[in-house]
């Protein structure tokens, strides 16, 4: 981003303030070599890390398109609990007008002015409604909403809370939530205009100022599998208001200039575009506001959770309780060593790292169904889970850190799958199987016959969300339709033929796994032979995946640098897609041509200049052709384990670990966008020292730990334990390793070999020893390398 030269002394000395206090509350730690305790990661932690984007163009490939901002992380400073049902945050972005990066996002650090705040009412981004704005004198009918600026300075977020002083109009506010609840304070001037105002979004709805501190609505639009709060809401008034009305916007009736407005004093319900209400009071300096909303699917649901158990109205108390719930969920994780910007990342990466699954139900609360009828529920439940995006780290990191959760999160995925008659999914991959199959090898109980059957039945069934499974069981490979001009920039209306037939096959092997390990062995059978699937869109003469038309030829021409997003790919080029085999890294080694091809080819990924002509919003984050702000290629640095050079794993994951987190001017940057954990989850199990490739086998390949001791606290209560000796940022190859004592040469290791508590030790130096982890022996299975 650039600055102009009058702001960069003042955003210079905010930066400095914030590395100051990092600094003092590490400074022990660093001196005594002690673990973090919970209450000092808490204070490191912040949760403003991902709202800003990278600002290094050679980071940056050729985005953003003209006209849009980059693209930040998109997560969100806001105060919320883990894997919380709803959340209060900040909105600086009038997305009702547009959105800025051509996603629904509500913040973005860059942005000076506040347009108000939301109390949950979704769970991804600016659909969140209503929004609730101070405004001291005037103030005007959304979507021209009344902003305040705000100093950067004056911005405050820890887990649990958020605060800011709007300065134009002398108010502070304050966020912070329950498990249903958000609460949101204002602490405002002496005035005899401090105003509340309160609308839905865009799309409007009903609201309804039902007595003295009470109002009421609900939004016309929203999305069941998504919004797991719900539309309706009620929002409660700390202190009894005496003026008030209610108003909402045309914006279609273009008869007088850009739409109509209808606003009355007094007046309790409304119903229209952007419908909303205002209060009015008269204080004096420090007088306090606070406004508690909560969500439903009902009205009744939404008052129900208002003065649910753990729904109190005290502010300061609920801030407590929410940074006790962070504290717990903390304290399953120590680093000692690292600087202290590498600590306030860990933290804030783990903090986000538990933006999802959303929850939607604690055991013995009532909740809908998805056909609206009311139930009690007999486990905690949760949201959908965004399988393309977190399973394939986000989930590994769950299975570790929350095993409970994550055998709730399955019967939740399992009891939608009954309600619908399908596993959940998400874009074109069918990646629910990755957490079942995940989850088996890792100890974690469940009834894997019962969620077989719809498994199955979305890899079967050409009616189920696998959208070109006839085309794939018939042929082997999808097709694609060759759009006019063979385009580049990027095209979003294809059928990504080539990532969607490697995602299958992927999908495919760890079906087959499940299949066996139920005695179905036809099935297994099957679906393991679809799983070599992948080699079916491998062309030889390019030593690329590239995509096929119906006739079987190859599409011509084809560019393995464009990112062409939907035609071919999926939201990559062909470079990073030829990464996309997890399941047999040894089966693309042989297509490669071998070890040597293999680690040339993965030499060239890293190293070939990023020349795209089309612009890929969200491809960013370039290390050569290695995009890390988007999923297909996350894991390529850690393939190495499989072709004998770990060596070049520990060099690229640190890198990657200090130039594409945090390096822009603010120190909040991240590559791409967070996708709900996603990015997030990979810099947390990244900076501890290993990955899961695949997260449907119970593997974690070894990189590079960037602190000198991590204690980890599994979820059967046992201590993982890793001690990098003489770490550093030069010393950062592996020479040697134990596990518990004795002499470990596999770069990787299984999660039997840590579930009942272990220690690895990583001797460090600053030169590869080429020698460790390169037996052929000693790498990872693979589906076809005989193992």
Same mark, same amino acid.
């Given at each position: 981003m650039k600055l102009s030269k009058a702001c960069l002394p003042h955003r210079a000395a905010a930066l400095a303030l914030s590395m100051l206090a990092v600094t003092s509350a590490t400074t022990v730690l660093a001196k005594d070599k002690k673990p973090a305790t919970a209450t000092a990661a808490l204070d490191i932690a912040n949760p403003l890390v991902g709202t800003a984007p990278l600002d290094d163009q050679a980071l940056l490939g050729n985005a953003p398109p003209p006209g849009e901002a980059t693209y930040t992380g998109m997560t969100t400073p806001g105060a919320s609990l883990p894997q919380s049902a709803t959340e209060a945050a900040p909105v600086n972005i009038n997305a009702d007008l547009g959105f800025a990066t051509g996603v629904p996002v509500a913040y973005d650090y860059r942005r000076p002015a506040?347009?108000?705040? *939301?109390?949950?009412?979704?769970?991804?981004?600016?659909?969140?409604?209503?929004?609730?704005?101070?405004?001291?004198?005037?103030?005007?009918?959304?979507?021209?909403?009344?902003?305040?600026?705000?100093?950067?300075?004056?911005?405050?977020? *820890?887990?649990?809370?958020?605060?800011?002083?709007?300065?134009?109009?002398?108010?502070?506010?304050?966020? @912070?939530? @329950?498990?249903?609840?958000?609460?949101?304070?204002?602490?405002?001037?002496?005035?005899?205009?401090?105003?509340?105002?309160?609308?839905?979004?865009?799309?409007?709805?009903?609201?309804?100022?039902?007595?003295?501190?009470?109002?009421?609505?609900?939004?016309? @639009?929203?999305?069941?599998?998504?919004?797991?709060?719900?539309?309706?809401?009620?929002?409660?008034? *700390?202190?009894?208001?005496? @003026?008030?009305?209610?108003?909402?916007?045309?914006?279609?009736?273009?008869?007088?200039?850009?739409?109509?407005?209808?606003?009355?004093?007094?007046?309790?319900?409304?119903?229209?575009?952007?419908?909303?209400?205002?209060?009015?009071?008269?204080?004096?300096?420090?007088?306090?506001?606070?406004?508690?909303?909560?969500?439903?699917?009902?009205?009744?649901?939404?008052?129900?959770?208002?003065?649910?158990?753990?729904?109190?109205?005290?502010?300061?108390?609920?801030?407590?309780?929410?940074?006790?719930?962070?504290?717990?969920?903390?304290?399953?994780?120590?680093?000692?060593?690292?600087?202290?910007?590498?600590?306030m990342l860990f933290y804030s990466t783990l903090y986000h790292s538990f933006a999802s699954p959303r929850m939607i139900a604690r055991k013995g609360e009532h909740y809908t169904d998805a056909e609206g009828h009311d139930k009690v529920a007999d486990y905690d439940h949760y949201g959908p889970v965004p399988f393309w995006d977190t399973g394939r780290n986000q989930i590994a990191l769950l299975m570790l850190l929350q095993p409970k959760v994550v055998q709730d999160i399955m019967r939740s995925e399992l009891d939608r799958a009954r309600e619908r008659g399908y596993m959940n999914t998400s874009f074109h991959g069918d990646h629910a199987v990755f957490l079942y199959d995940g989850a088996w090898q890792r100890g974690i109980d469940f009834d894997y016959a019962a969620v077989y059957e719809y498994l199955r039945k979305n890899a079967t069934d050409p009616k189920g969300p696998r959208g070109y499974l006839a085309e794939y069981d018939k042929q082997g490979w999808i097709s694609d339709i060759v759009p006019d001009g063979n385009p580049s920039p990027p095209y979003a209306g294809g059928k990504a033929g080539v990532a969607t037939t490697l995602e299958y096959a992927w999908d495919d092997h760890a079906l087959a796994d499940v299949a066996r390990r139920l005695g179905k062995n036809d099935d297994a059978e099957m679906f393991l032979r679809r799983a070599a699937n992948y080699r079916n869109v491998f062309d030889p003469s390019v030593g690329f995946f590239r995509g096929r038309t119906a006739d079987g030829k190859w599409i011509s021409p084809f560019d393995p640098g464009e990112p062409y997003y939907n035609f071919m790919m999926k939201e990559g080029s062909g470079w990073s897609t030829l990464w996309l085999v997890p399941h047999d890294v040894h089966g693309l080694m042989t297509l490669l041509g071998g070890r040597d091809a293999f680690n040339a080819k993965l030499d060239a990924f890293f190293s070939t200049p990023y020349t795209a002509k089309g612009i890929c919003r969200d491809c960013t984050g370039l290390i050569g052709q290695y995009v890390q702000g988007n999923q297909p290629d996350q894991q390529a640095a850690y393939l190495y384990a499989w072709s004998g050079q770990p060596w070049k794993t520990q060099a690229l994951t640190r890198r990657i670990l200090a130039e594409l987190y945090g390096s822009d001017a603010t120190g909040y940057g991240y590559p791409g966008m967070d996708d709900q954990g996603s990015t997030s989850s990979w810099y947390v199990l990244s900076a501890m020292g290993f990955y899961p490739v695949d997260p449907s086998t119970p593997d974690y390949i070894i990189g590079s730990p960037i602190f000198d001791r991590v204690r980890l606290r599994l979820g059967n209560g046992k201590v993982f334990e890793i001690d990098a000796r003489n770490n550093s940022e030069r010393n950062k190859y592996i020479q040697s390793a134990t596990l518990d004592g004795k002499p470990w040469t596999k770069p990787w290791f299984s999660h039997a070999d840590i579930a009942n508590g272990a220690t690895l030790v990583l001797t460090m130096g600053p030169e590869p020893n080429k020698h460790w982890g390169s037996d052929p022996h000693d790498a990872p299975s693979s589906m076809s390398d005989g193992k």
């Amino acid at each position: 981003m650039k600055l102009s030269k009058a702001c960069l002394p003042h955003r210079a000395a905010a930066l400095a303030l914030s590395m100051l206090a990092v600094t003092s509350a590490t400074t022990v730690l660093a001196k005594d070599k002690k673990p973090a305790t919970a209450t000092a990661a808490l204070d490191i932690a912040n949760p403003l890390v991902g709202t800003a984007p990278l600002d290094d163009q050679a980071l940056l490939g050729n985005a953003p398109p003209p006209g849009e901002a980059t693209y930040t992380g998109m997560t969100t400073p806001g105060a919320s609990l883990p894997q919380s049902a709803t959340e209060a945050a900040p909105v600086n972005i009038n997305a009702d007008l547009g959105f800025a990066t051509g996603v629904p996002v509500a913040y973005d650090y860059r942005r000076p002015a506040m347009f108000g705040f *939301s109390g949950g009412g979704s769970t991804y981004g600016a659909r969140g409604a209503p929004i609730v704005m101070p405004v001291v004198g005037d103030w005007t009918v959304p979507p021209d909403y009344m902003s305040s600026y705000y100093d950067k300075a004056t911005e405050k977020a *820890s887990p649990g809370y958020y605060a800011v002083d709007l300065a134009t109009f002398h108010t502070k506010a304050e966020l @912070t939530a @329950t498990q249903w609840t958000s609460l949101i304070r204002f602490t405002f001037p002496a005035s005899h205009r401090s105003n509340v105002v309160l609308n839905l979004r865009r799309a409007g709805g009903e609201v309804e100022v039902v007595d003295n501190h009470t109002i009421r609505g609900v939004a016309s @639009t929203g999305r069941r599998d998504r919004d797991t709060d719900g539309p309706y809401f009620v929002a409660e008034f *700390s202190r009894p208001f005496t @003026t008030f009305g209610t108003f909402h916007s045309e914006v279609t009736n273009k008869g007088e200039g850009l739409g109509h407005e209808d606003v009355q004093a007094g007046r309790r319900k409304v119903s229209g575009d952007y419908a909303g209400a205002y209060v009015t009071y008269d204080t004096k300096a420090g007088d306090q506001v606070v406004v508690r909303i909560a969500h439903g699917h009902s009205a009744e649901e939404a008052d129900q959770r208002l003065h649910a158990q753990d729904s109190d109205a005290d502010f300061d108390r609920v801030h407590a309780k929410a940074r006790a719930k962070w504290a717990e969920l903390f304290d399953r994780v120590e680093v000692t060593g690292g600087t202290p910007k590498q600590r306030m990342l860990f933290y804030s990466t783990l903090y986000h790292s538990f933006a999802s699954p959303r929850m939607i139900a604690r055991k013995g609360e009532h909740y809908t169904d998805a056909e609206g009828h009311d139930k009690v529920a007999d486990y905690d439940h949760y949201g959908p889970v965004p399988f393309w995006d977190t399973g394939r780290n986000q989930i590994a990191l769950l299975m570790l850190l929350q095993p409970k959760v994550v055998q709730d999160i399955m019967r939740s995925e399992l009891d939608r799958a009954r309600e619908r008659g399908y596993m959940n999914t998400s874009f074109h991959g069918d990646h629910a199987v990755f957490l079942y199959d995940g989850a088996w090898q890792r100890g974690i109980d469940f009834d894997y016959a019962a969620v077989y059957e719809y498994l199955r039945k979305n890899a079967t069934d050409p009616k189920g969300p696998r959208g070109y499974l006839a085309e794939y069981d018939k042929q082997g490979w999808i097709s694609d339709i060759v759009p006019d001009g063979n385009p580049s920039p990027p095209y979003a209306g294809g059928k990504a033929g080539v990532a969607t037939t490697l995602e299958y096959a992927w999908d495919d092997h760890a079906l087959a796994d499940v299949a066996r390990r139920l005695g179905k062995n036809d099935d297994a059978e099957m679906f393991l032979r679809r799983a070599a699937n992948y080699r079916n869109v491998f062309d030889p003469s390019v030593g690329f995946f590239r995509g096929r038309t119906a006739d079987g030829k190859w599409i011509s021409p084809f560019d393995p640098g464009e990112p062409y997003y939907n035609f071919m790919m999926k939201e990559g080029s062909g470079w990073s897609t030829l990464w996309l085999v997890p399941h047999d890294v040894h089966g693309l080694m042989t297509l490669l041509g071998g070890r040597d091809a293999f680690n040339a080819k993965l030499d060239a990924f890293f190293s070939t200049p990023y020349t795209a002509k089309g612009i890929c919003r969200d491809c960013t984050g370039l290390i050569g052709q290695y995009v890390q702000g988007n999923q297909p290629d996350q894991q390529a640095a850690y393939l190495y384990a499989w072709s004998g050079q770990p060596w070049k794993t520990q060099a690229l994951t640190r890198r990657i670990l200090a130039e594409l987190y945090g390096s822009d001017a603010t120190g909040y940057g991240y590559p791409g966008m967070d996708d709900q954990g996603s990015t997030s989850s990979w810099y947390v199990l990244s900076a501890m020292g290993f990955y899961p490739v695949d997260p449907s086998t119970p593997d974690y390949i070894i990189g590079s730990p960037i602190f000198d001791r991590v204690r980890l606290r599994l979820g059967n209560g046992k201590v993982f334990e890793i001690d990098a000796r003489n770490n550093s940022e030069r010393n950062k190859y592996i020479q040697s390793a134990t596990l518990d004592g004795k002499p470990w040469t596999k770069p990787w290791f299984s999660h039997a070999d840590i579930a009942n508590g272990a220690t690895l030790v990583l001797t460090m130096g600053p030169e590869p020893n080429k020698h460790w982890g390169s037996d052929p022996h000693d790498a990872p299975s693979s589906m076809s390398d005989g193992k």
